[in-house]
């Protein structure tokens, strides 16, 4: 087998095949969501008052506070792919670690958040609040599972970025990138449909 | 991303800042203020419809401008139309449920 | 050859059907059944056709030729058309079978409750109409226990005839027969095979099962929504009798009932387990 | 199988090679090796389903003394206990659809034809490729793993409707074999999505040097379609999962209502009916997973030995389009007598008779490519043939179900059952088979023995039909699906005979996968060594060595036409591949080769 031989040539799309696995794979996670939506919204409907009374129990002032976080560490994430295709390493990590850090104090707030619940035994299986709880759970819990995922390799990216000059794949980051912005998004939905009680 | 460079960064802020005013507005419209009831079923106000465009809103925004959505390749935009078309008709099936057929 | 025949005459395997909606079901099955049978060997035939004809030969070649879009067009146009006869039809039968707004008003009103392994029905007595309970006030259903299934509310008068029987139950002929059926535990479908009547019933919701049998005699009723290791033998029977019959049976149970109440044993919740365990 | 191929690389470990392999072909070699060992693990639970049904109460033969305590009604009776029935069909029709229909259409055949038939030398992502198989393995031993638990394997259908799934009798964080099974379809769900996407993104970007999408064969094209089936439904069951693990595990309330007499742990407010749309949702779409890739097969495998183009090309491509499409909005029909709102059933009913139409368009584009042509009955090609029928036959026993009301009666009987092994035996299964026979030589550089195939295929076809015809007329008689014992019932009395012949035909059945089983082992060490192209096709996967190393082909690939100019008028050749080079003009749906100048022909190359 010859090495002058190329079948891996450029793609045909002009895409990154990483992209366009991403997105693919987001269009997959759109659709999970869209399950778990999908009968939250039934058993809203059908469990009116439980979901107002669960709502009730939520702090959103802490939700808030993790909205504006993950939003701004988007904002960070879309600065930082911005700078590592211009080669601007430093600026580059500085922003990654941002992220980092946005993610991380996420996950702190939602540990606070969680710890309370726990206290005030406002978890499915305690009380005729269960429904909505199940669906408190089911959601942030995958939602987190989300971010940890996103963490990693942030991480790893982010001490690549020191042992080498530059952290030298920006199309890995720019595909990490869409992954961050789709956790946000996913919690621009989650946030209104949990956290705050329409009348 | 081969666009316009100077106009990036300052479309990044812009959008951030949106969204920090719209989550704002949805606190407000869900927590403050109440615009009135539609139809019979509980918990079907008008401000479920505003907190539900403004979501949207938002979200266009994250994927049209963080996402590069408007500036990448015309096809990766199937890889959001078709998941949202299918929530739709999810959304309406399950919504059919007994509940309101069978129970009195 | 006879026996061949009617081995694969599927329309001869039906069992006896006994209810007024059950030959449109039957006779639907039978159109398409035909159409099928049609289909088949039209299909077969020219699928039987070509493989002899053009079978394999050293001297002759394939025909290149890639497809006509008139030829095309024909056969989408035409299994739709067809398709969409057997959808309208169907939906017409459809329709009058399963739709809550097209159930007729009852002749007889049954509860009936599927749990593992059999089934509850509840009748609603001398008077002919139900006390409270599960089906007709949500609020009951906070009463629904193993020992009272049907969520009666021993306090309303309206419900002290209701009675309840087990694994099987009787109704008469040529009359509107509406089951409200439920379930207390895990899904069941109420199955009489007869009647071409299946309906899963769902816990925490009632659904609208009706029928109306011409035949009398004693049928069986099956569970069709696999339910555990018992399901197989979630069995129960019934009568379809005739008019005087079923009235007679009536009177022999609300005398039972009267019975079953007359020592008075305590109130509330006891009274309405004697009424379970007793009258099987 | 390491053969010259690999002499100018540089060698991986063994384990790289044959084990954690990134190679697509090896890959799906081991996508085969375990669907195979899994056929026979599904197989063989079918065969005890069936000797309880036809001798209810009477012990197993031959290894019935040997069950193990937990499986039968009194340790070494041999007789099976109706709980562990019920545990047999779950793992029946769980494995058959999780690990052997799905693994073998969209992983086995997705990773072998992709990158080959379209000109490249592997996925886009090989390590998720590679991951995407290794989740497999062990998500089947977790759901056999059932076995060690208290209440042993699942056992509440492969649709696993709760309430009877989320286990109302267990307490909080105990570990059933319906956990187990709850997580082991999560994980294969999660594999699926990882090849999936990245069947897309090497279809979208990696063609050979000329392919138009529409220069593709129709087994990319399908596969293709199935991997974008995949990655928007398997997610949705996913979600589904992941609620009925909540209920099942954490004892949550999605799908469990208020007022459970069975158990005071529930707080209720679900909705049963609720997991059955989600469940459908992917799972009816599901069905088309494991029938779209086969239908791609089938129709490369009929235009080969056929020598013809495949009629209507671009009809079938939208026809598999319009089933994929389709598919997403007919689910509700598997719920017609859920208690789902009747007003839905009509809608459904609609929906799913329309997806007839794609079906019916394919099935005559299969006999049009098949007119005129010069058959030649190859194993391979038997087996397709067998699929256009047998399919014609499921698709039609879909048609009765389709119809609302006729589904009344036949709903959860027999009927279904023989629907489903119709579609997805008679389907799936020859389809399988005829790519197996099809590509063996590729995969693995031998001929497969053409009689033992013959004979496999001759027993298979007649056993199959002895099997599951008789089953439409249980169905008729009213024979429910999934019980233990129709004695129990009166009118099921008269079926009996039939169910025992069902029963005698299902074990030859099953014996006659073995002669497969033996053929495929028996030709990897004494077939014949395969030439590079034995069956004179067309496609790319032919331009490569006879049996390919990593990187596959060892010329330069481009792609000068579409995939099926068999008998072309103006060549010698009644074949013309994709990769050699040469003018035509089309006349009338004719192509016509038309010499450019003398010295440039280059006929007969190979
Ligand atoms: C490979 C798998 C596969 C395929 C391809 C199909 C194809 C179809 N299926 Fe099937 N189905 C299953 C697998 C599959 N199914 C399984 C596993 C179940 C049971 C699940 C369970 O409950 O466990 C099931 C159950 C099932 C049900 C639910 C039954 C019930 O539980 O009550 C229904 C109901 O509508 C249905 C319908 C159809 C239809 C209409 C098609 C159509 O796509 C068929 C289209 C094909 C044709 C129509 C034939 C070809 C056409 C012609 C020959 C042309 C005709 C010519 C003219 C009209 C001129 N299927
Ligand atoms: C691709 C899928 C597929 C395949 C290939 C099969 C193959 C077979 N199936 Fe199955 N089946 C399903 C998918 C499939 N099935 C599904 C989805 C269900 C629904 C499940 C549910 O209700 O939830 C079902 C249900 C089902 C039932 C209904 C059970 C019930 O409702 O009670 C029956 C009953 O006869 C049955 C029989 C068979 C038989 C006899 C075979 C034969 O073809 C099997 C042939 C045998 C082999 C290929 C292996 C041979 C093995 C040996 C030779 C080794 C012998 C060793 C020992 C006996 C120890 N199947
Ligand atoms: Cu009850 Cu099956
Ligand atoms: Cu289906």
Not at chain 1, 3 to 16: I, R
Not at chain 3, 153 to 162: E, K, Y
Not at chain 3, 197 to 218: R, Y
Not at chain 4, 155 to 170: E, K, Q, R, V
Request: charged share 15%; aromatic share 16%; hydrophobic share 50%.
């Amino acid at each position: 087998m010859s090495s002058a031989l190329n079948l891996s040539h450029e793609p045909v799309t002009k895409v990154k095949h990483g992209k366009i696995a991403m997105w693919a794979f987001l269009a997959s996670e759109l659709m999970f969501f869209s399950g778990f939506f999908g009968t939250f919204i039934v058993l809203r409907n059908t469990n009116y008052e439980v979901f107002k009374h669960g709502a009730h129990e939520l702090a959103w002032p802490l939700a808030l506070l993790n909205t504006f976080i993950l939003i701004g560490s988007s904002l960070t994430m879309a600065m930082a792919i911005y700078h590592l295709e211009r080669h601007n390493n430093g600026k580059f990590r500085t922003y990654l670690g941002l992220t980092i850090l946005g993610a991380f104090g996420f996950l702190i707030v939602k540990y606070f958040e969680y710890s309370a619940k726990w206290q005030h035994h406002l978890f499915p299986g305690q009380d005729e609040h269960t429904v909505f709880f199940s669906f408190y759970f089911l959601m942030t819990g995958f939602h987190a599972m989300h971010v940890v995922g996103g963490m990693i390799p942030m991480v790893y990216m982010f001490f690549k970025s020191y042992t080498k000059s530059a952290y030298p794949h920006p199309s890995k980051v720019e595909t990490l990138g869409l992954y961050w912005h789709f956790v946000d998004l996913m919690w621009i939905f989650i946030f209104p449909a949990l956290y705050l009680i329409f009348p | 991303m081969s666009n316009d460079h100077g106009k990036v960064l300052p479309s990044y802020m812009k959008v951030f800042a949106t969204l920090c005013t719209l989550t704002l507005l949805t606190v407000g419209a869900a927590e403050f203020i109440h615009f009135g009831d539609l139809g019979p079923i509980p918990g079907y106000s008008i401000n479920i419809f505003v907190g539900i465009v403004i979501a949207v809103v938002k979200v266009i925004c994250v994927m049209y401008i963080f996402m590069h959505l408007k500036f990448d390749h015309p096809m990766l935009r199937f890889f959001v139309y078709v998941p949202v078309f299918l929530f739709f008709v999810m959304s309406f099936a399950l919504n059919f449920l007994e509940k309101w057929t069978y129970t009195r | 050859m006879g026996d061949i025949l009617h081995v694969l005459d599927m329309l001869a395997w039906f069992p006896e059907n006994i209810s007024t909606f059950g030959a449109e079901l039957d006779s639907l099955f039978a159109i398409i059944y035909w159409v099928s049978v049609a289909i088949f060997f039209l299909t077969f035939g020219i699928l039987g056709y070509f493989l002899v004809k053009y079978r394999y030969s050293p001297d002759r070649k394939g025909y290149n030729y890639h497809g006509n879009n008139i030829v095309e067009i024909t056969w989408t146009i035409l299994p739709t058309f067809l398709f969409a006869a057997i959808g309208l039809y169907s939906d017409d039968i459809w329709e009058r079978t399963k739709y809550s707004k097209r159930v007729p008003t009852a002749d007889v009103e049954i509860l009936v409750l599927g749990k593992q392994f059999g089934w509850l029905f509840l009748y609603p007595g001398a008077d002919g109409s139900f006390g409270r309970n599960a089906y007709n006030d949500r609020t009951a259903r906070s009463l629904m226990s193993a020992m009272n299934p049907f969520g009666m509310d021993s306090t309303d008068p309206a419900g002290a005839d209701d009675f309840v029987t087990e694994n099987q139950f009787r109704v008469p002929v040529n009359s509107n027969v509406v089951v409200r059926g439920s379930s207390i535990d895990v899904l069941h479908s109420f199955f009489l095979p007869h009647a071409r009547v299946k309906q899963d019933v769902v816990p925490g919701t009632w659904m609208n099962i009706w029928f109306n049998l011409f035949k009398t005699g004693k049928y069986e009723l099956a569970c069709a929504e696999l339910c555990g290791g018992g399901h197989y033998a979630m069995r129960a029977e019934y009568q379809v009798m005739s008019k005087a019959g079923y009235d007679a049976w009536l009177d022999t149970k609300n005398a039972e009932v009267k019975a079953a109440r007359s020592p008075q044993p305590a109130p509330a919740a006891p009274a309405d387990t004697a009424a379970v365990a007793s009258l099987r | 199988m390491s053969t010259a191929d690999h002499a100018h690389h540089h060698e991986l470990p063994w384990y790289r090679k044959y084990v954690f392999s990134t190679d697509h072909k090896v890959i799906a070699k081991q996508f085969m090796l375990s669907s195979l060992f899994f056929l026979f693990v599904g197989g063989a639970f079918a065969l005890f389903i069936r000797w309880q049904l036809a001798y209810p109460g009477t012990p197993i033969p031959v290894i019935g003394s040997i069950l193990p305590a937990t499986w039968v009604t009194e340790p070494g009776s041999g007789i099976i206990t109706p709980e562990f029935y019920a545990q047999l069909l779950t793992m029946h029709g769980s494995i058959m659809i999780f690990f052997v229909i799905i693994p073998f259409a969209v992983g086995m055949f997705g990773n072998f034809c992709i990158p080959l038939m379209i000109g490249t030398d592997d996925m886009a992502l090989p390590r998720l490729n590679m991951w995407s198989f290794w989740l497999v393995p062990p998500a089947g031993l977790i759901m056999m793993a059932g076995f060690f638990t208290e209440t042993g394997y699942a056992a509440a259908g492969w649709t696993s409707y709760p309430p009877l799934s989320a286990m109302t009798g267990l307490p909080t964080f105990t570990i059933s074999g319906q956990t187990l099974w709850l997580i082991s379809v999560f994980l294969v769900g999660f594999s699926s999505i990882m090849g999936a996407v990245n069947y897309v993104t090497t279809v979208l970007n990696k063609r050979a040097k000329g392919m138009k999408l529409f220069d593709m064969p129709l087994t990319v094209w399908a596969l293709f379609i199935t991997a974008i089936i995949v990655t928007l439904g398997t997610p949705v069951l996913a979600a589904g999962l992941a609620m009925l693990f909540m209920d099942n595990f954490l004892h949550t309330s999605f799908f469990l209502p208020d007022n459970l007499v069975t158990s005071s742990k529930y707080f209720g407010g679900g909705q049963p009916v609720l997991f059955q749309h989600v469940f459908w949702f992917y799972s009816h779409p599901a069905v088309y997973i494991m029938i779209l890739p086969l239908m791609g097969v089938v129709s490369d495998v009929m235009a080969t030995f056929s020598r013809k183009p495949i009629y209507g090309y671009k009809a079938m491509v939208f026809a598999i389009a319009g089933i994929a499409f389709l598919g997403f909005i007919v689910w509700g029909h598997h719920m017609f007598q859920s208690g789902m709102n009747p007003l839905l059933g009509t809608t459904f009913m609609l929906s799913t008779i329309v997806i007839a139409v794609p079906s019916s368009i394919k099935v005559f584009n299969w006999l049009g490519t098949l007119w005129r042509g010069n058959i030649k009955f190859t194993a391979a090609m038997l087996n397709a043939l067998a699929f256009v029928s047998m399919f014609i036959i499921g698709g039609l026993s879909g048609v009765f179900m389709a119809s609302a009301p006729v589904d009344i009666y036949i709903h959860d009987t027999y009927f279904i059952v023989a629907h489903i092994h119709y579609v997805l035996f008679g389907g799936s299964l020859f389809g399988i088979f005829a790519g197996i026979y099809y590509w063996y030589p590729k995969m693995f550089g031998k001929m497969l023995n053409e009689s033992w195939g013959r004979k496999h295929f001759y027993w298979s076809f007649v056993t199959f039909n002895l099997t599951f015809f008789p089953m439409h007329i249980l169905g008729v008689g009213g024979h429910m699906r999934r019980i233990y014992d129709p004695n129990v019932y009166d009118f099921l009395k008269g079926l009996g005979g039939v169910n025992e012949f069902v029963t005698i035909s299902a074990i030859a059945l099953g014996f006659s996968q073995l002669v497969l089983v033996f053929n495929v082992l028996w030709s990897l060490k004494f077939g014949k060594k395969a030439p590079r192209n034995p069956w004179r096709a067309n496609t790319l996967e032919w331009a490569a060595p006879a049996h390919p190393g990593h990187g596959n082909f060892d010329t330069d690939i481009t792609v000068y036409r579409g995939p099926y100019e068999y008998s072309v008028d103006g060549r010698e050749l009644d074949y013309w591949p994709q990769w050699e080079e040469g003018k035509s003009i089309s006349i009338h749906h004719h192509t016509v080769a038309v010499p450019e100048s003398n010295d440039t022909r280059t006929f007969g190359a190979h």
